[in-house]
């Protein structure tokens, strides 16, 4: 399984940006999709995730400003980033949970 991750960018605060993860096969009644995020100097944390039954969580620091979806006909889950700030500047992940498959970073770089 292969998951390409898309959408890096620079973005004032406050702008918006979306976040693909596209899966080369068909994966969602197998695994659970996550959005980890890394910034520089600290650890890798959990964004955002989705279950094999459509449930989704999110990290409280992008709880209403951030929003995981899927579309299982293209294999892609997407995490759309609202409202953002300086401190979500990060390499943005993603994850099959159920099947330990990451895909490569992808920048968001949040700056005026």
């Known amino acids: 399984v292969q998951l390409q991750a898309s959408g890096r960018g620079l973005v004032q605060p406050g702008g918006s940006l979306r976040l693909s993860c596209a899966a080369s096969i068909s994966i969602f009644s197998i695994s659970g999709v996550a959005w980890y995020r890394q910034a520089p100097g600290k650890q890798r944390e959990l964004v955002a995730a989705?279950?094999?039954?459509?449930?989704?969580n999110y990290a409280d620091s992008v709880k209403g400003r951030f929003t995981i979806s899927r579309d299982s006909a293209k294999s892609t889950v997407y995490l759309q980033l609202n409202s953002l700030k300086p401190e979500d500047t990060a390499v943005y992940y993603c994850?099959?949970?159920?099947?330990?498959?990451w895909g490569q970073g992808t920048l968001v770089t949040v700056s005026s």
């Open positions: 989705i279950t094999i039954t459509g449930s989704t």
């Open positions: 994850s099959a949970i159920n099947l330990g498959y």
